[in-house]
T-cell receptor, first 117, second 116 residues
Framework: AQKVTQAQTEISVVEKEDVTLDCVYE???????LFWYKQPPSGELVFLIRRNSFDEQNEISGRYSWNFQKSTSSFNFTITASQVVDSAVYFC??????????????FGTGTRLKVLA | NAGVTQTPKFRVLKTGQSMTLLCAQD?????MYWYRQDPGMGLRLIHY???????AKGEVPDGYNVSRLKKQNFLLGLESAAPSQTSVYFC???????????????FGPGTRLTVT
């Protein structure tokens, strides 16, 4: 069965520290996509990144970086030099194909990151 | 572009009352989704639609109904509200799987519903 596990319920760091948010997934599919979303205190959900199963290159976007490892079924998210504005709940998600050829998503339970000034 | 909008933003219902939540998107997306978010449980899929006139059940469909009469709108109905349906409801939309890709979802701002 498809599953996404975010074992870290809450993480607190001091500003400028680096922090890694873990995401472990289970899937029976050979082609799949992984996503990260951010939910700041204001409540909206903001898309951060999409990664397909054939692309294992790490990606960096400013202070954000993602490490995708198929061997360990993980798609971890690192924030370098964290800032207070990074405080949010972060969700990892996995594509979940339907029998009709369409798709939906499975979300993890989220990791709440608190960055303290 | 307004993106994905949800109406209303807040609502308080008494047990047994009914209501409809409206989701609208102006991005010409084929797929639309309704989720509920509860503390510690992430986002759980209620119902989804892969095109106008089609709907399907998600993970937690009981107590909810949906309709997709127009491509841009996806309605979520509660026929007889229960306190267990107190939650934040999010609507999302995405492009179809044409070409084999899975696309990211765009979310609405959410509706906070309290059932007393």
């Amino acid at each position: 069965a498809q599953k996404v596990t975010q074992a870290q319920t809450e993480i607190s760091v001091v500003e400028k520290e680096d922090v890694t948010l873990d995401c472990v997934y289970e899937t029976r599919d050979t082609t799949y996509y992984l996503f990260w979303y951010k939910q700041p205190p204001s409540g909206e959900l903001v898309f951060l990144i999409r990664r397909n199963s054939f692309d294992e290159q790490n990606e960096i976007s400013g202070r954000y970086s993602w490490n995708f490892q198929k061997s360990t079924s993980s798609f971890n998210f690192t924030i370098t030099a964290s800032q207070v504005v990074d405080s949010a709940v972060y969700f990892c998600a996995l594509s979940d194909p339907t029998t009709s050829g369409t798709y939906k998503y499975i979300f993890g339970t989220g990791t709440r990151l608190k960055v303290l000034a | 572009n307004a993106g994905v909008t949800q109406t209303p933003k807040f609502r308080v219902l008494k047990t047994g009352q009914s209501m409809t939540l409206l989701c609208a998107q102006d991005m010409n997306h084929e797929y639309m989704y309704w989720y509920r978010q509860d503390p510690g449980m992430g986002l759980r899929l209620i119902h989804y639609s892969v095109g106008e006139g089609t709907t399907a059940k998600g993970e937690v469909p009981d107590g909810y109904n949906v309709s997709r009469l127009k491509k841009q709108n996806f309605l979520l109905g509660l026929e007889s509200a229960a306190p267990s349906q107190t939650s934040v409801y999010f609507c999302a939309s995405s492009y179809s799987r044409a070409g084999g890709a899975f696309h990211e979802q765009y979310f609405g701002p959410g509706t906070r519903l309290t059932v007393t």
